[in-house]
């Protein structure tokens, strides 16, 4: 079946009014009639119609010589006049090109890197094109990794990944792994022994005996150490197996059996299992000769590897060993901080200088996270607000203009960022400016209780959402925002259709509530709001005028925010009850003030007054002396005072109060 599509077009004639040139010629000063020609072809092409007519021919002879530059509108159009001037003026005659030179352009940043060789930033060219083959000298290792060797791992993946997905290099990244070496062969070494050790099943004396004599050589090694880190790491050492000695040596003394004995044993030798093996091996080292028992560890560490590198959302590499011998690499486990707060705790930090991992540092990759990932999850409320077509597509304001010019800034201090030497640091910085702002804009639409552009915030998100998928914070294909559930699924499109149906009629039963005091029903709805639904991973944010917003959030995430929020009302309930018992103490010390007499107020006193008046107003001191005339004075406003306070206190007896 064919369809026929019928277009009908309404061609009409269409008049323009005739220009009338004749006020140029009024004008005797050229300057002047340039600038008014100027103003008038700022926003037409022609002085009538859409092409040059005959108007543009007699208006062109009126200017006898070519235009200054500043009047652009009059000089385009000059021009391109005089270009036309050689053809004929007719519907056959053949346009001309009016003339074009290229823009001169500006300077583009080039990717700056450090050359160790000669400690200073160089200008990166690769040998072969666009190809970059880099090798890495990777880790020797022969234990559980520390957070030194995360920050090498992540931070080369990092600058692998920039230059990769942004700089748009081809990159072949290759890495060695030492798995056979003096440390990794003492290693399995100690590791053999050890497990010899226990398999013997020692005695508890035995083991105190034999921690005491590895203690020794051990206590020497901590004087010799210089260095500050390991010395306090060895300290810690001896401290822990110090507080396991204690009680083991009093219970071998005192000739204790039994399970606690035991425990006691077996707690000292987990303790002290590092100086332990160190001493076997100085004892029986050299006794170790299977080859098996050095292939055993790195074939352990080879799958450990793998699901640290996957943890770490590392990229896969290519590796290259120094032996025979498997890869032996990466172990660390993620006790306090997801992948992604780590890998932003190093993209917070050169990648080439020292890292303080400190709790403050891994905190502020903590908020990093928890601020950007709020501005995606209020921008993907606003794009889930229902809109017809055409308002998707709305006229930009002065606060549009303002920051769509800024969000270009932006991204170029961006690209300037990661151009001088990969400035990772400077670069979210730039980006939490321009969330900062992009907060701002969405606040003071809120206020205004007006929508704020869509697309404008969906373009901001985009761009954040795949410079933070550059630098490997973000896993996924979603297009905003941080990853919601996992096993790649997208939970938000799934529940995000049933979670807007229950936000939808709790807000329309919270109305009918309210309009009929109905308490009870608020009670509830702010218990699904604040107690139910954040044990699901939901955040309900009710906000006045506006429909309630719902965002996913990790459960860990709302749970903490409960907890916080309800510290902080707890806090402001005992402010608030604290100032009252003052308040209360206040008005009951006041009150027993106003209940004395002035006639008294002064008696009491005895070790400062000696003579009272007949209305009690002190005379002499506690020595006998006469009052000087400034302290009684000063005493006479006090006892007016209290006559005041004593005659409201009467009046307040009188009245019931």
């Known amino acids: 079946m064919s369809a026929r599509l019928c277009v009908y077009v309404c061609l ?67 021009k391109h006049i005089a270009a036309l001037n050689d053809s004929c003026f007719s519907a056959k005659a053949k346009r001309v090109q009016p003339p074009w030179s ?56 990092i600058l692998r990944r920039i230059l990769k997905d942004y700089f748009k290099y081809d990159v072949f990244y290759c890495m060695n792994v030492t798995d056979i070496d003096d440390k990794i062969i003492k290693r399995a070494r100690q590791n053999y022994l050890l497990e010899q050790y226990g398999e013997k099943k020692p005695s508890p004396s ?29 300290e810690r050492l001896d401290a822990a197996v110090d507080a396991a000695l204690g009680p083991l040596q009093m219970s071998v003394q005192s000739n204790a059996a039994g399970d606690t004995l035991q425990n006691q044993a077996q707690v000292l030798l987990e303790e002290a299992k590092d100086l332990l093996s160190d001493w076997l091996d100085s004892q029986f080292g050299s006794q170790v000769t299977e080859n098996s028992i050095f292939s055993l560890l790195p074939k352990y560490w080879e799958g450990e590897y793998h699901k640290d590198m996957e943890a770490l959302n590392v990229s896969k590499l290519i590796l290259v060993n120094n032996s025979i011998y498997e890869v032996l690499t990466l172990c660390i486990v993620l006790y306090f901080l997801s ?56 006229k930009w304001e002065a606060e549009e203009i303002e920051l769509n010019k800024s969000f270009y800034e932006k991204k170029t201090s961006v690209h300037e960022a990661l151009c001088d030497n990969i400035d990772t640091r400077s670069a979210l910085e730039e980006m939490r400016a321009l969330v900062g702002q992009s907060n701002t804009y969405m606040a003071a639409r809120r206020s205004a209780k007006l929508p704020p552009n869509r697309m404008l915030l969906q373009s901001i998100a985009l761009y954040l959402t795949d410079m933070l998928k550059t630098f490997g914070a973000i896993e996924g294909s979603e297009p905003i925002g941080f990853p919601v559930g996992g096993n790649g699924q997208n939970l938000e499109s799934t529940v995000m259709p049933y979670l807007s149906v229950l936000s939808d009629f709790r807000e329309d039963v919270r109305k ?146």
């Open 206 to 234: 035995q083991i105190l005996q034999d921690v005491l004599t590895a203690r020794t050589p051990f206590k020497a090694k901590l004087a010799e150490t210089t260095d500050p880190d390991k010395k306090q790491m060895l």
């Open 102 to 157: 290229p823009p001169e352009g500006t300077d583009v940043s080039k990717l700056h890197l450090y050359n160790s060789l000669t400690r200073t930033k160089e200008v990166f060219v690769p040998q072969k094109g666009n190809k970059v083959l880099w090798y890495c000298c990777g880790p020797t290792v022969y234990d559980a990794s520390h957070m030194g060797h995360a920050r090498s791992y992540i931070s080369f993946d």
């Open 512 to 657: 009918i509530a309210r309009e009929k005091k109905v308490t009870e029903l608020l009670r509830l709805c702010d218990e699904l709001r604040d107690d139910t639904l954040p044990e699901l991973g939901v955040r309900l944010e009710d906000r006045d005028g506006l429909p309630t917003s719902v965002k996913l959030v990790d459960k860990e995430t709302l749970l903490k925010e409960r907890e916080e929020r309800k510290k902080m009302e707890d806090e402001k309930k005992k402010k608030k009850e604290e100032a009252a018992r003052k308040k209360q103490e206040q008005e009951m010390a006041k009150l027993a003030k106003m209940k004395v007499k002035p006639s008294e107020m002064f008696r009491s006193e005895t070790d400062k007054y000696s003579n009272f008046d007949e209305t009690g107003f002190p005379a002499h001191d506690a020595e006998g002396k006469e009052l000087s005339k400034g302290l009684a004075k000063k005493l006479r406003k006090l006892y007016e005072a209290q006559e005041k306070l004593y005659n409201e206190y009467l009046q307040s007896t009188q009245n019931g109060s």
């Open 12 to 78: 009409c004639t269409f008049v323009f009014p005739a220009f009338d040139y004749g006020f140029l010629l009024c004008i005797s000063e050229d300057a002047l009639r340039v600038e008014t020609l100027n103003e008038y072809l700022s926003s037409r092409s022609y002085l009538v119609g859409y092409g040059r007519s005959q108007v543009d021919a007699e208006a062109f002879a009126l200017l006898c010589r070519p235009l200054p530059e500043r009047h652009v509108h009059a000089l385009r159009w000059y």
């Open 339 to 394: 992948a992604r707060q780590l890998r932003l705790a190093f993209l917070m930090h050169s990648w080439k200088d020292t890292l303080d991992y400190s709790n403050n540092t891994m905190e502020s990759a903590i908020q990093y996270e928890r601020f950007i990932n709020e501005f995606f999850l209020n921008v993907k409320d606003i794009l889930r607000s229902p809109t017809d077509i055409t308002g998707q597509f709305e």
